[in-house]
């Protein structure tokens, strides 16, 4: 495991993606590691980085337990292995969820806007049953109406019931190649633009995925088989996640989020077409990532 957390004064940050020269994006993991902008861990695999990531969930779970406090996650479906995991430490330590609100970022919506069942295979809210929830000890298990998953035929209730719960103590959030978190993408019409404070601003809503999220899912799961991907989302907003108080970002993509990497670490100003930019303005953000998805980007097809 490196942890890095370290700004040097002197070095030329780039504001955005586009001033990212080609020795940033080669630059060798370790030097990258010394000078990012955000408090970083690096460990070797994606199977200490599930481990370390359920470990330090249960932790914090049983601090606010042991403190009396409720515990308010804004949780994603992408890193997802850690739930499995999460679930036999809570069970052997005897981690209670009674006091756990889990907001559940994402839901996938069919090609009408319908939400997909939880049998479906793509569902988040029925991954995490199987995966998590039910794997709890019954008496472990977090009330069922403290899991809140958004919902197409009321949007607003998500934001309000996070809102009434205190807010977010820890948003845990992957993000995309093309730095999105939960179903925040870019804007993909050159007919309408957002500013920074707009996109910022957004709250939970339905959207089209993008053409190269639809491809990407179905490079990683189906075999290139898009026809299997939902087609549509319902997603929380961006200001829901920029308003926990701590944001902790993980990637466990390995070669295809080099590049969104070197973004984040590097770069110094919000971009909308690059969203997890927004984690700059957090006040309390941290990264975590494996070995292959902090390695130096590939600029030519090699020897």
Request: proline share 8%; charged share 20%; with cysteine.
């Amino acid at each position: 495991m490196t942890t890095a957390s370290a700004r040097h004064l002197d070095y030329p940050y780039p504001r955005t993606s586009a001033e990212l020269t080609d020795e940033m994006l080669s630059m060798p993991a370790e030097e990258l590691a010394a000078i990012a902008r955000h408090p970083l861990t690096v460990y070797p695999d994606t199977t200490e980085l599930y481990y370390r990531l359920a470990r330090e969930m249960a932790d914090e779970l049983r601090a606010r337990n042991m403190r009396g406090e409720p515990t308010r996650w804004i949780l994603p479906v992408g890193p997802k292995a850690q739930y499995p995991i999460l679930a036999r430490i809570c069970n052997e330590e005897r981690i209670s969820w009674a006091d756990v609100f889990a907001f559940h970022m994402d839901e996938f919506l069919d090609w009408q806007g319908r939400p997909v069942d939880p049998s479906h295979p793509f569902s988040f809210r029925g991954y995490c049953d199987r995966n998590l929830y039910q794997l709890l000890d019954p008496d472990l298990r977090p009330h069922p109406g403290n899991v809140v998953f958004p919902h197409v035929f009321d949007p607003d209730a998500f934001g309000a019931r996070l809102r009434g719960e205190g807010g977010a103590d820890t948003c845990y959030a992957g993000f995309g190649y093309r730095g999105h978190l939960a179903f925040n993408e870019p804007p993909s019409t050159r007919w309408h633009q957002y500013t920074a404070a707009e996109f910022a601003a957004s709250t939970t809503r339905v959207v089209p995925l993008l053409d190269d999220t639809i491809v990407a899912h179905s490079h990683r799961v189906t075999g290139g088989y898009t026809q299997a991907i939902p087609r549509m989302a319902i997603t929380v907003g961006m200001s829901e996640i920029l308003s926990a108080r701590r944001l902790h970002l993980i990637t466990d993509g390995g070669a295809w989020k080099r590049y969104i990497v070197r973004v984040l670490l590097l770069t110094t100003e919000p971009d909308v077409l690059l969203p997890v930019t927004f984690a700059h303005d957090h006040p309390d953000v941290r990264v975590t990532v494996d070995a292959d998805s902090i390695a130096p980007c590939a600029l030519g097809l090699g020897s």
